[in-house]
């Protein structure tokens, strides 16, 4: 390999390692063939990354086991090797950070950090109920990214529902307009 080529490779393996991906899955280790429902050339088109320069989120839609968590990651593997800066949570994880980061009093530069990545997936979006104060710091996270930059967001419940978890309409409303504005939603099915 040349000089540029293995700096391609290594800048590829440096975002990846970024991303904090649990595990390493791409759309090339999905079997399409087993999910005939799912819209595979929409999804093979949104890897080329033009939502990302059209910040335009992403939605994963459909019960556990339907590959959500596997297809958002595949879509973020493929931004970090058109060298993205990527960053994988789930929902919980990124409330707790948020949380401990406002204790200590640091949490405008942890939100500033979120809003430097050109991709966020947020993984179990409203899979568990969540306090107001936890909701509203999910929200400044989805709402200063709307129109700037990329979300991918796996959920197992529609939307009329997640008013469960939500537990403030108001918060549950806004983060649903911010979320699905220009989405591009996918039915992972059940």
Same mark, same amino acid.
């Given at each position: #390999?040349?000089?540029? +080529?293995?700096?391609?490779?290594?800048?590829?393996?440096?975002? @990846?390692?970024?991303?904090?991906?649990?595990?390493?899955?791409? !759309?090339?280790?999905?079997?399409?063939?087993?999910?005939?429902?799912?819209?595979?050339? %929409?999804?093979?088109?949104? &890897?080329? *990354? *033009?939502?990302?320069?059209?910040? +335009?989120?992403?939605?994963?839609?459909? +019960?556990?086991?339907? *590959?959500?968590?596997?297809? &958002?990651?595949? !879509? $973020? #593997?493929?931004?970090?090797?058109?060298?993205?800066?990527?960053?994988? /949570?789930?929902?919980?994880?990124?409330?707790?950070?948020? /949380?401990?980061?406002?204790?200590?009093?640091? =949490?405008?530069?942890?939100?500033?950090?979120? #809003?430097?990545?050109? =991709?966020?997936?947020?993984?179990?979006?409203?899979?568990?109920?969540?306090?107001?104060?936890?909701?509203?710091?999910?929200? %400044? @996270?989805?709402?200063?990214?709307?129109?700037?930059?990329?979300?991918?967001? /796996?959920?197992?419940?529609?939307?009329?529902?997640? /008013?469960? #978890?939500?537990?403030? $309409?108001?918060?549950?409303? &806004?983060? !649903?307009?911010?979320?699905?504005?220009?989405?591009?939603? @996918?039915?992972? *099915?059940?």
């Amino acid at each position: #390999m040349n000089s540029l +080529e293995d700096r391609h490779q290594h800048a590829v393996a440096r975002r @990846i390692k970024d991303a904090h991906f649990p595990k390493v899955k791409t !759309l090339e280790d999905f079997a399409f063939s087993d999910a005939p429902h799912l819209p595979a050339a %929409q999804i093979r088109n949104l &890897a080329e *990354g *033009g939502y990302l320069s059209r910040s +335009e989120p992403v939605i994963f839609l459909g +019960e556990t086991g339907t *590959g959500k968590t596997h297809l &958002a990651m595949g !879509l $973020a #593997m493929a931004a970090c090797r058109q060298r993205k800066r990527v960053r994988f /949570t789930t929902a919980a994880q990124l409330v707790n950070e948020l /949380t401990e980061a406002k204790n200590r009093s640091e =949490l405008n530069r942890v939100t500033n950090r979120w #809003m430097r990545y050109e =991709l966020i997936v947020i993984d179990e979006l409203a899979y568990v109920a969540m306090p107001e104060a936890a909701a509203e710091l999910l929200f %400044q @996270i989805i709402a200063g990214r709307t129109e700037r930059a990329a979300v991918i967001a /796996t959920t197992n419940l529609p939307f009329s529902e997640w /008013t469960t #978890m939500f537990p403030n $309409a108001r918060f549950y409303k &806004a983060m !649903l307009d911010r979320l699905t504005d220009q989405a591009h939603i @996918i039915e992972t *099915g059940n």
